[in-house]
């Protein structure tokens, strides 16, 4: 049998986040539910923590996944019937794999009837792959068996082209029937991974970038509540040897912690299964929350949005063009996306922070010397603030236009401006500047969007959020950071600004 995970590092993981300050006293109070192959263990015993080593009960895991268990005086016999035979001995810290002498963490003991032996002898040697659920405090235990002959071709694509929506309040985009833990039923087992994830990236903002190679069929999207998250399954999808961020253990688990977004705080990701190969991203959210999913070119992209809200919501009805104040002066907000600890997009040896801050202050520069516009900066200097504290200052400045300003992150080969907004009454600024915007930088383009970003969403103006090329891709980068291509690119967001209020 083929191990997926390294069992030794996973349980390590397990026990640091089972006892903390209090150790046996945490572990009580945090039995971990077991699973296997998705579903809950049904059984009179529960697993135990002893001495820090997770016990489960040999007989209800065995029998389980087929093999058969005996007892003869203070020996328990485990086979599958062919090629794998266990024996162990009560009170006895090693045990017989087929006639090889095995140590345990902590010796196979009975408890009211029930035979108790360490999770970690029993992922290994009856050859199961563990994964652990840190919100649930639940162990899964998955069968791990080396195929034959796989049942479909590696490579074949799925459904799923195009953009999945949802939200985290239960409903999702695509899907599949899946078990109450999430898992999927609908797996091949042995089939053989189609791509390679490369990269996941975070910008900081709202969007997270799976960046890969191949070609990635279904998306599997789950909902899961107490506590809520948001789960994407990459079927027949395997880890990159080069893969980034990188793992937390051997295990293949990572997470990214996020403190710049309303409602997302971790972006957890694990190699869930090899029945098929799936790569597992979890979001962990504080509550339900609205999010999207669309493929670009070599990348997923996962956009989290707003929470889902509970009452009514309520539209602002801003008109198609604003009125100038009693002074004939229109306002414009700039805002220079990320700052201070939050540098956005990291590529190429360039933070998204510092050209946000650079062609906001050029667009401000240009804006003071009209007569009809007054532009205000949500920051002038390399400081940080939350998405809602740049919504509400521009609504507090009842400012006339609004426009975030920020550059984009995927893969190498990505590249091209495009610009988004929320409410109807945005898109014509949008398409305007937009046209302006992607002369000016000479890029591909990628066209005018509509998504529920804070910043363009919370705002009761006319707003729009810039992306004006990627920082990860080369030609794009020398772009951004060139100082003559800056100046070209803020005249064009201000010839934009213009036009929209018609003012040339």
Known sequence: MKKLVSAVMLLSLVFSLLYGVNGAQAAAAVTPKLYLNGKLLQSSAEPKVVSQTTLVPI?????GIGFQVSWTGKNV?????????IVLTFDSKTALVNDQTI???VAAT??????????????????????????TKSVHLYQVDTPTEPNIEPGEPGAGNGTDTGTSDGSSGTGGDTNEDGSSDDGVPGSEASATLNAIDYDGLSSIFLSYDGTIGDIKTQLLHSPERIVIDLPN??????????????????????DSHVSMQKIRYSLFSDK???????????????????REDGAIRINVLDPVSTGTPTVPTTPTTPDTTDDGIYTVVIDAGHGNHDPGA???????????????LKVKALLDKETKVKGILTRSTDIFLELDERAQFANKAK?????????????????????YYYHSYSKSFADIVHKHLLKATGLKDRKVKQSGFAVIKKTTMPAILLESGFISNTTDVSVLFSEAKQNQMAQAIVTGIKEYLKLN
């Open 59 to 63: 007989r209800t895991v065995s029998e």
């Open 77 to 85: 016999q485990v086979s599958d019937g062919n090629s794998r035979n």
């Open 103 to 105: 140590t345990l963490d």
């Open 110 to 135: 009975v408890d009211k009837g029930t035979t108790y032996v360490p999770l970690r002898f029993v992922s290994e040697q009856l050859g199961l792959s563990v994964y652990w659920d840190q919100p």
């Open 237 to 258: 999808v395997s880890f990159s040897s080069s893969f980034s961020p990188g793992f937390t253990s051997a295990s293949k688990l990572g997470e990214i912690l996020v």
């Open 276 to 294: 098929p190969e799936t790569v597992r991203i979890v979001l962990d959210v504080t509550t339900a929350t609205n999010y999207e999913i669309a």
């Open 346 to 360: 990291v590529a190429n040896n360039r933070k998204e922070k510092d050209f946000n801050l650079a062609l906001s």
């Open 399 to 419: 400012a006339d236009l609004f426009i975030s300003i920020h550059a984009n992150k995927a893969t190498a080969s990505a590249s091209g401006t495009e610009t």
